[in-house]
């Protein structure tokens, strides 16, 4: 019982890892890098797709990102979906494909993003604090129904409490090495 809490409690607080390192690689820090915009959503084909569906996202230098749409009659869409995203990023468009140039960041923008990844990271720790609640919930009902004994109950919230902390250490962790990449200049 307490294995099958704690396997399902790491499964979970992973996915909360790995959505903050995915929400990471969108905020930008002077580079270019296509998981930048890949996830801007565009109002396409009567619904909202994100952009990496509809186009081919490449970084040919440092400082710009090239977005080559699979059917040209979306550049105009695509367009304005990057202008209108809170990145502040904005595109010119050539013909059949899309350069956006990635200015670089001064130290109020800095700062604003760094704001911006600590509320994230924070939304990840709320997750990761939730899985403990739903975790030593489920430990205490096993209880309560005799399933386990009450130093079986102790030692499972010991553990799914350690788990929690390592998840919490591994979010501080990335939230540190974004920040030091954002700051950087």
């Known amino acids: 019982m ?14 909360a890892i790995e959505g ?8 930008r ?8 915009i890949e996830n801007i959503q565009v ?3 009567g619904s909202r797709m994100q952009l990496n ?3 081919t996202i490449s970084a040919p230098e440092p400082r710009l990102l090239l977005v080559q749409p699979w059917d040209k009659t979306l550049v ?15 595109p010119s468009t050539d013909g059949n494909v899309i350069r956006v140039p990635i200015p670089q960041l001064n130290e109020e923008r800095r700062r604003e993003l760094v ?11 709320v997750s990761v604090r939730h899985t403990r609640k739903e975790s030593n919930d489920r430990l205490k009902k096993a209880e309560k129904e005799s399933q386990l004994s ?33 700051m950087e200049i």
């Open 20 to 27: 903050i390192r995915h929400e990471f690689m969108g905020i």
């Open 2 to 15: 307490i294995e099958e809490v704690l396997k399902s409690a790491t499964e979970q607080m992973e996915r």
């Open 53 to 55: 569906q509809l186009s």
């Open 150 to 182: 009450e130093d079986d109950t102790r030692r499972g919230l010991d553990e799914v409490q350690k788990l929690t902390d390592k998840y919490i250490e591994k979010m501080d962790e990335l939230l540190k090495v974004k920040e030091e990449e954002i």
């Open 43 to 45: 109002e396409a084909y």
């Open 76 to 90: 105009g869409v695509i367009n304005k979906a990057i202008q209108s995203s809170d990145l502040g990023l904005t």
């Open 115 to 125: 704001r911006l990844v600590h509320k994230i990271a924070e939304t990840g720790r």
């Open 29 to 36: 820090t002077g580079k270019a890098t296509p998981g930048l």
